[in-house]
């Protein structure tokens, strides 16, 4: 099958046949950069799973392809087989455990933020350092925030400098 620009194809059955035994993680995911959704093919071996956790930006729609295993959803539990389908709202706590053969699901979630490294921007302008307020006379740092006269030669201090 030809994919148009953007789309991408596989089948499950492929996936599930090209995996190794004993492999777990993340078998298939979404590859192209400019898309709105992620989706996740993800192995967890028998017996295994994750301590729960909440998450908080996106609500997350889980499909059993394979296997078995235990859902619980803010303290509810529910068994999981294949064709299993559920909303996982953000904000509930969740947790998988894999039944004895394993257990192989699809997640599928709107795309979260990219992180990036860099300053931001305070929301509101930070008040000046106290450091800023110099003495005039001595070049003595002031020590406190709301000084008004320096500590050294006891010159009045000036206004901190404009930002």
Do not use: K
């Amino acid at each position: 099958m030809e994919a148009a620009r953007g789309a991408e194809f596989v089948t499950v059955a492929g996936l599930i046949a090209a995996m190794a035994q004993g492999q777990s993680g993340a078998l298939w995911r979404l590859e192209e950069l400019d898309r709105q959704l992620d989706a996740n093919l993800v192995r967890h071996l028998p017996g295994t799973g994750g301590a729960p956790y909440t998450e908080d930006e996106v609500d997350v729609m889980l499909v059993v392809v394979a296997g078995s295993g235990t859902l619980t959803l803010d303290g509810a539990r529910s068994p999981l087989s294949p064709g299993f389908l559920g909303l996982l709202p953000r904000g509930t706590s969740r947790a998988l455990l894999a039944g004895p053969e394993g257990l192989l699901v699809l997640t599928v979630h709107r795309r979260r933020r990219a992180m990036s490294i860099g300053r931001t921007s305070p929301a509101v302008r930070p008040e000046p350092c106290a450091v800023h307020l110099v003495c005039g006379w001595c070049h003595r740092h002031a020590i406190e925030a709301d000084a008004r006269y320096c500590t050294g030669c006891g010159t009045p201090l000036t206004t901190r400098p404009a930002a």
